[in-house]
């Protein structure tokens, strides 16, 4: 254990919503203090840390108090300025590295990086303007979608091409920021992977999990997957070939189509992520403590699935089911401690367990 | 849901040991918010919490304050003072309720309350001076143990009475206080009912687990507990028994020795309990969670155990053995965020998974 961190430490999470929530009280199970940093007042995660500093990534005091008052800093979110980690890294050690961020927080840049690894993605081409949106067009074809390069989640920061017409509207859409135009891929079902890779180098990966997609906006996670036997070795190995290139340390996302033919990477989070939350249910240790257990240089816990779970986010409205939930049995109900439900606001998530595995000892 | 708390809604908790601090955790899973009344500066629950009084119980002030800021009121621990109690009563609920809290503060009304059920107990008689004390032996004869009725933990507060000769010794120990005698029960084991009851009188039991101490300190739990179906049944109507007769809200520790002939009850925790830990990896709903769902008037929720488990506590120096556990297969880490490790402190637990189940469906 070089280079673990003792519990009674502060881990340094930038990024006060459900994500940062949930890693907090992971890193309270370990014995481990949290400070939150967050530009909004009274961030979901604030409930359950031990400190939170309001202010904005453009405050470089607040930064650098922060940074001094922790040991290790870790991110919810992959979109943090340059400025406030070049702040941030000059005091602490930054987890995941700046190179994961620099690689996720651009389509571009990530698709680039996926394609150099041997990896298959959607077709892509850059688009920075009208004529080489038609360039890309000419090589992509169509349908295909535009995509902002950088600030892009839950479906926002896309527009659609069925057919070259469409260009223009698309552009527009935009509002003149860097895009990427990738190619429509006809897969069957998309599955994430849940990798994890520690301080000395250990990877491990959660069992594959499969996303339904509602408007956009992450709907279900089904575990298992449907895959073969063959294909899931695969995903794993994706993962661990894209966190041993960055030489990334914690919890990674990374989702992928399957198609007929292969396996094709959509894209990296390099953070816990939404289609991970069934391990909090299936799982000895789960992303959230895997996570912190990489940031503070711990071994990686076991991550073994133990049950079939189905994750279901409840949006918005969807917390009007509370009551019909709370009756539910094997169902573990997850809250975010937000005050008001809003339209495509995730309030919170449901673990249905629906079926327990033997111990396989 | 009739009195049903709605997420965001303020859960007072009187203590912040790590019975407040895994509360806290749970509540803010369901989406509450909590406050956490506790003496002492920089109590483990504080790092978990929303917000953190730390004042005397003899403030009557910060009471009334505490109370004003929340919804309703539980606790971790039941030495409570009376006049605290009256203080808080006046303004929220408190769950579980005062005759709870009257009954578990004495151990010679716990005794009778048990007796007058038609439950089982050790032999006992009180003890308040040197005349009765000499009587206590003659009903209860010996060996038997001499117990203050008011403050007693973890074997605090005890005396044993090997022979009549040892009275003098036993009740110097008591210091005073008004104690009970208590006639040995020879048991095989030690098992606990960890029970719950909601706001309507639905009453879950979870599966008993078998206890092991060290040094007068639970040292181990371990599900399930070596008992005969109908021994099971008999323990979970006992439990069930006791809860109706107090009109008990929340989670109660029923603890039972396990005598060829019957069982016996040894004392009763009206909070979550430390042989209830366990269910945090066995159950989709654990103890800490199913004791707020019936704080806040919520349904009790599903507390089958899916899962073998043995719990051990981490006392003292046993937290340097954290790097081995952090390596440990099917193994889960619980610590309370306490800064120094004295002998007898509680400093954590892990949940060792033995054996998953597989669901009944």
Chains 1, 2 share one sequence.
Not at 222 to 233: G, I, K, S, W, Y
Request: glycine residues 8%.
């Amino acid at each position: 254990m070089t280079e673990a961190l003792q519990p009674g430490s502060t881990i340094g999470i930038l990024g006060g919503g459900q994500l940062g929530r949930m890693l907090s009280v992971a890193a309270s199970r370990l014995g481990f203090k949290t400070h939150i940093f967050e530009p909004s007042a009274n961030p979901p995660a604030g409930q359950v840390a031990d400190q939170v500093t309001t202010a904005g990534y453009d405050d470089i005091d607040a930064l650098k108090a922060f940074a001094a008052s922790v040991d290790v800093i870790t991110y919810e979110f992959e979109n943090i300025p340059t400025a406030a980690l070049d702040a941030l890294e000059a005091a602490k050690p930054i987890r995941p590295n700046r190179e994961a961020l620099r690689v996720s927080q651009d389509r571009l840049v990530e698709k680039a990086f996926l394609r150099d690894l041997g990896l298959t993605t959607a077709p892509f081409a850059p688009v920075t303007d009208a004529a080489s949106l038609e360039a890309a067009i000419a090589q992509v074809g169509t349908p295909a979608i535009l995509k902002t390069c950088r600030f892009g989640y839950d479906g926002k920061g896309q527009a659609r091409i069925m057919e070259p017409g469409d260009a223009d509207a698309a552009f527009e859409a935009m509002q003149g920021a860097d895009a990427v135009l990738e190619g429509f891929v006809t897969f069957t079902h998309e599955v994430s992977v849940i990798a994890a890779r520690s301080v000395d180098g250990q990877v491990s990966c959660y069992d594959p999990g499969e996303n339904v997609h509602k408007d956009g906006i992450l709907d279900t996670t089904t575990v298992p997957a449907r895959l073969m036997p063959a294909r899931r070795m695969d995903a794993v190995l994706i993962a661990g070939k894209i966190l041993n290139a960055l030489d990334y340390v914690g919890v990674m996302g990374v989702e992928l189509f399957v198609t007929p033919q292969a396996l094709v990477v959509n894209e990296i989070a390099p953070r816990v992520h939404n289609s991970g939350h069934w391990t909090q249910n299936g799982c000895a240790v789960d992303q959230f403590e895997q996570h912190i257990r990489a940031v503070v240089g711990w071994p990686l816990g076991d991550g073994q699935r133990h049950a079939d779970v189905v994750m279901e986010n409840l949006i918005g409205a969807d917390v009007d089911r509370l009551p019909e939930l709370t009756k539910e049995p094997d169902c573990a109900i997850h809250m975010y401690g937000k005050a008001e439900a809003k339209p495509g606001r995730k309030m919170g998530h449901v673990n249905r367990i629906t079926k327990a595995q033997a111990a396989q000892k």
